[in-house]
């Protein structure tokens, strides 16, 4: 017995992990949907993201991005920061806030997470709970919601036309915090700050350059302001010409996603 309870806590605490790919199945069958854009999906007549973005309605069904995204990644972004001696402490995932009534401290937690699939779309999602677990789900289902798809491409003069970038500078701007992404040759990383690090990798993106200006302690708004910015990337026309000399590729590489028809 004490074994069995050994092995139960150690599966308890790999499925709290707050990296990777989710634990649960998506079970299609099951899932009943409530829109007309999540009928469709379920139905086949709808078997691409792409399709989805392109229809212009918004997703209100996170059943619908794991349907048609089967190797959708998340992760958990530092948002908060433990207790510790003279205001130390490790960052941390929760970030608690407490309102002060007369019963007392009723403590409030809020999470934000980011996921991709490493190949052109990217979400952000914030959850705010009394608990932990329901900010963590409101979190990932936000993220999911809020998937965008992005352009990349090399506008660096040292490098040559391929996608391990994006295609030219863009600024994002989240109250006092503002970020500014800049194309990078190959080879150079993400030269970027570490939680902004997390989103452009589950983006896609493999080199970049960038300028942080303002509280960029505040990672709520850097992650914001950085998300802002990939969303430029996709309302800036460009010359068939220069598609072709910054290696200018929007969404997935191939062209297709994976989808639960295939």
Not at 213 to 240: E, H, M, P, R, Y
Not at 243 to 260: A, F, I, Q, T
């Amino acid at each position: 017995m004490v074994g069995a309870e050994k092995q139960l806590r150690k599966g308890k605490l790999k499925e709290d992990l707050p990296r990777g790919i989710a634990k649960k199945s998506f079970d299609k069958e099951a899932w009943k949907p409530k829109t007309e854009l999540g009928r469709k999906v379920k139905s086949g007549e709808i078997k691409l993201m792409e399709e989805v973005i392109g229809s212009g309605k918004k997703i209100l069904e996170s059943e619908i991005i794991d349907a048609l995204l089967q190797n959708l990644e998340s992760e958990f972004i530092n948002i908060g920061q433990s207790k510790g001696k003279f205001g130390g402490g490790k960052r941390n995932i929760w970030r608690q806030t407490q309102k002060k009534t007369k019963e007392g401290n009723k403590p409030k937690f809020s999470a934000m997470i980011v996921v991709g699939n490493k190949d052109g779309y990217v979400g952000l999602g914030r959850g705010k709970a009394k608990e932990t677990m329901p900010a963590r789900e409101k979190a990932l289902r936000q993220a999911k919601l809020n998937i965008i798809k992005i352009v990349r491409g090399c506008g660096s003069w040292e490098g040559q036309p391929a996608p391990n970038s994006i295609p030219f500078a863009v600024d994002g701007k989240c109250g006092s915090v503002r970020i500014r992404l800049m194309p990078a040759p190959n080879g150079t990383g993400l030269c970027v700050e570490n939680e902004c690090k997390k989103m452009l990798a589950l983006a896609g993106i493999k080199d970049i350059y960038s300028k942080t200006f303002g509280q960029t302690k505040v990672k709520i708004n850097l992650l914001q302001a950085c998300f802002s910015a990939l969303k430029k990337l996709s309302s800036v026309k460009i010359d068939q010409d220069q598609m072709s000399k910054l290696g200018y590729v929007e969404g997935p590489l191939n062209g297709k996603e994976e989808s639960s028809s295939n």
